[in-house]
């Protein structure tokens, strides 16, 4: 049991701690810096599994991106992909999906892959993410390598 972000060995205590309350294995100064993050800037918990998901897979990422424009609440800048996750899926109004999809394009010009994930995959499906989010990293780089 480490810490995944600094590999510091954890006691059973701080485990526990940590895993009932994130959901992740941090030690107690990398919890207390997710929790202030997650209370000074609204990052959801979904973000913080996603993340800590895809770097137990070796995946680089970083966690509430500022872009200059908005907050992507994971980006993978190595293949310019950007993870959204929606919270409030099930109510998007047709304002909402029209300014997503304006959102999606804009990025797409600016070289930048938009891919929007609903929170309730993470909660149950985290694994399968992860691993479609690997795939869909390879399937970038296999196309920057044409162009
Ligand atoms: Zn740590």
């Keep these: 049991m480490t810490c995944l972000e600094c590999s510091k060995k954890l006691s059973v205590l701080d485990y526990n701690s940590s895993?009932?309350?994130?959901g992740v294995e941090l030690c107690p100064h990398h919890k207390k810096r997710i929790e202030?993050?997650?209370?000074?800037?609204?990052?959801?918990?979904?973000?913080?599994?996603l993340y800590y998901g895809l770097k137990r897979a070796g995946v680089a990422a970083?966690?509430?991106?500022?872009?200059g424009k908005k907050s992507i609440d994971i980006a993978?800048?190595?293949?310019?992909?950007n993870i959204l996750i929606d919270s409030k899926y099930h109510m998007m109004t047709h304002e909402q999906a029209i300014n997503n999809l304006?959102?999606?394009?804009?990025?797409?010009?600016n070289g930048f892959t938009t891919?929007?994930?609903?929170?309730?995959?993470i909660q149950h499906y985290l694994k399968e993410t992860v691993n479609n989010i690997i795939g869909i990293m390879e399937g970038l780089k296999a196309n920057v390598k044409v162009i």
């Design 19 to 22: 895993v009932d309350s994130l």
């Design 115 to 121: 891919i929007r994930i609903p929170h309730f995959l």
């Design 36 to 49: 202030d993050l997650m209370e000074q800037k609204g990052t959801s918990l979904e973000a913080v599994q």
């Design 62 to 67: 970083m966690l509430d991106w500022w872009d």
């Design 102 to 109: 304006e959102e999606t394009m804009h990025s797409f010009k």
């Design 76 to 81: 993978i800048s190595r293949v310019k992909l």
